[in-house]
Nanobody
Framework: VQLQASGGGLVQPGGSLTLSCAVS????????INWFRQAPGKEREGVSCLSKSDGSKYYEDSVRGRFTIFRDNEKKVVHLKMTNSTPEDTATYYC???????????????WGQGTLVTVSS
C-alpha cells in the first residue's frame, strides 16, 4: 500500500485547507484511512479516521466540528477538510491506513509521508 499526502501549506487563523491522501496498491474500500499529526516537540496524535466497514467517521475532540474526512472512491483519494483553523492545528499531517481505525499510531501499518500545515497570520 502506498499513500501520498498533499495539500499542506500556510493558512490564516480561521481559514480553511483541504488535505488529500492518494491511495494505491489496494482498493480504497479495503482500507480504513487515518489522519495523524505531529507538532514540533509533541507526540504524534490521531486526528480522524474513516472506517472501511461502514463508513463511520471518527474525530479527535479538538477537531470535531471543524474537520471533515471524506473519500472519493473513483479517484482513490481521502480528503481531510480543515475549517476554522487555529495555531494549535500547526503540525505535519500524515495519512495512514490499516484494516481498522485507530487513533494509536503503533496500531497502524501503512504510512505516507507528511504534509506540513502552518496556521499563522
Amino acid at each position: 500500500v502506498q499513500l501520498q499526502a498533499s495539500g499542506g501549506g500556510l493558512v490564516q487563523p480561521g481559514g480553511s485547507l483541504t488535505l488529500s491522501c492518494a491511495v494505491s496498491g489496494l482498493p480504497l474500500e479495503a482500507l480504513s484511512i487515518n489522519w495523524f499529526r505531529q507538532a514540533p516537540g509533541k507526540e504524534r496524535e490521531g486526528v480522524s479516521c474513516l472506517s472501511k466497514s461502514d463508513g463511520s467517521k471518527y474525530y479527535e475532540d479538538s477537531v470535531r466540528g471543524r474537520f471533515t474526512i471524506f473519500r472519493d472512491n473513483e479517484k482513490k483519494v481521502v480528503h481531510l477538510k480543515m475549517t476554522n483553523s487555529t495555531p494549535e492545528d500547526t503540525a505535519t499531517y500524515y495519512c495512514a491506513a490499516d484494516e481498522w481505525c485507530s487513533m494509536i499510531p503503533e496500531r497502524i501499518g501503512y504510512w505516507g509521508q507528511g504534509t506540513l500545515v502552518t496556521v499563522s497570520s
